[in-house]
């Protein structure tokens, strides 16, 4: 296979990677360069060799030629994956890790609430996916309660230090990995609240039993972990109090595919947690807890400015939820700032105009338009991000205040953003669309959806941020410390796309950084929920969530199709498209004559968790092929 020097160099080599597995080829060159690509759940390493303007490619792997495609395909889906469509009649629970839907499903079974089924499947994630969450971490959280027919937003997410300044990483950015990277967690002290208000249909401690067991037995490396593990292989191997936990003792390597590992002094952890039913998950938070004073000292030994006073002063928020309604006869619940859910109804009141339905989707020109008004509205979106903090900080309160009070609420706000929309046009001006700073990516996460007998729902999403946070871990609890320091925007710092940081995500002690998570469920007319979603990946989760949920409420697609789509995602900066292998070619000629600028990946970085409600009452369930994941239910 022959491609232009620059499309190999520039890009990008994911695009000839995913062809080639199409068309089931193979090409064998001599060797003189490496370059790898890396996407969650594989890792591939490419040789390059240039001959002048030509360059022939070679996908290498540790495999037999003659396995080669059947061996890339498990990396991408892994061996423990479950992307089916299953159907339930009383209950179902879609997770981001192997596992854990089994654990949320007994849970059920047992009485449980679907928040004591939340608790049970976040402390399964946090070990099957430690890379993505954990108890060092934070969430948030949206319920609805069918018989109230009322929704609780809990946010449990990171706060920054007391001794945290604007200018911390000025002079050296260490702002995404080592003990100055650590926000104040919220996630066990998060279980709790949701046990107390929402919980409590089984004991505390049988909530932590089989994450104990998993702990202490092992459990198996699926290929998301595999790929965090290689991706993270330098640092973890030189890191002692990792490399204690994901280093082989056998091969002196990180783990891989298919190995055993366990945590037992985390196991001793979460049974000093389970079994304190009069403190719960605040253990970690009080001045005399053991636990909360190794937490502290291990990550002081390290450098870190966390004290046992922060801990004290941390406390999970219970939010006014945002509850809109949107085309369909569908109301949304989900969570206003710090996360993002103002933005995806946002998304989702602006295509109110355009009435979407199945038809919409349509191949030919219809598509390509139906596309284009839904890159339109997440680029409105997105500029409106710049813009968005954490309201509890009350320099910016009003502010916030006002732009989620436009977002959700005001029709003539709304009427602006429509009369920028063009049915055959578009800018590649990021100032067209209103942005006034840039706020950074953030990343990681993990997510659990549920419905629950009795038609309660739950959605949360939770993370320590970057693969395995800060790369520190706490020696004597066996947690990983976050990296949420690293989603404040920072002075001084502009964005290479010449935008300036946004004053409104500045570093202040207690202040929460903006989040893209944004969970949400939706209700049908009559008070039933029809959709529990969420989404893990960064930045793309906004965007993932409204573009699955538009697909399977106003397109009528069943959650398999929807999740299962090919992706587009568009944050504004870069400018650029970005749309997933197998989008119709047709759409991607057309988009790019209205003048989107085109980017094509193989696989999404989102990965969609959703459980709906048919019209027949029927619950079906599917979690992420892009994902080792679990789905489960009665």
Known sequence: MLVT???????????????????KELVSVRCISFDTWIVEGILVKFLCVRRSKTILVVLVVAAVITGIIAAVLLLIRGDDDDGTLRKYENAAISANAPECANIA??????????GDAA????????????????????????????????????????????????????????SSKGS??????????????????????????????????????????????????????????????????????????VYKLGDIITRPVLAQTLRKIANDSVNGGNLLYQRESQLAQWFVEDLQKLGGIMTIKDLENYQAKWLEPIEEPVAGGFTIHTIPPPGSGALLTFILRILNKYKLNSRSITAGNIGITTL?????????AYAKRTILGDPFDEEIASVVHELVHNLTQSSEYLESVHSKIKLDSTSNNWKDYGAEFYMPDDHGTSHVSIIGPNGDAISVTSTVNLYFGAMIRSNRT?????????????????????????????IKPGKTPLSSMSGAIFTDSDGNVRLAIG???????????????IRNLWFNENIKEAIDAPRIHHQLAPMELVYEEGLQDDWVKGLAKIGHNMTLIPLASSRVMGVARSADGVLWANCDFRVSCSIDGF
């Open 5 to 23: 020097e620059e499309t190999c160099c520039k890009g990008p080599l994911s695009t000839l990677f995913a062809k080639t597995l199409r068309a």
């Open 105 to 114: 499903r007994n849970t059920l079974q047992q009485n449980g609430t679907v």
């Open 119 to 174: 608790i049970a499947a976040l402390l399964c994630m946090g070990v099957m996916h430690g890379q993505s969450m954990g108890i060092g971490g934070g969430f948030f959280m949206v319920y609805y309660s069918r018989a109230e027919r009322k929704t609780y937003v809990l946010n449990a997410r990171d706060v920054a230090p007391a001794k945290a300044t604007e200018n911390i990483f000025e002079v050296n950015d260490t």
């Open 180 to 253: 100055l990277a650590v926000a104040v967690p919220g996630e066990l002290t998060g279980y709790w609240e949701i046990y107390k208000k929402i919980g409590g249909g089984v004991k505390w401690e049988t909530l932590f039993q089989p994450t104990i067991k998993l702990c202490e037995d092992g459990f198996k490396v699926d290929a998301h972990t595999a790929n965090a593990l290689d991706v993270r292989r330098d640092i973890i191997l030189t890191e002692p109090a990792m490399a204690e936990i994901f280093r082989d003792p056998k091969t002196q390597d």
């Open 372 to 380: 284009h008004l839904i890159v339109e509205a997440f680029k409105h």
């Open 478 to 506: 066996g947690i990983i410390y976050n990296d949420e320091m690293g989603d404040f925007s920072y002075r001084n710092i502009t964005s290479h796309f010449g935008i300036p940081p946004s004053p409104n995500n500045f």
């Open 535 to 549: 989404a893990a990946g960064g930045t793309s989760i906004t965007t993932s969530t409204a573009y699955v949920a």
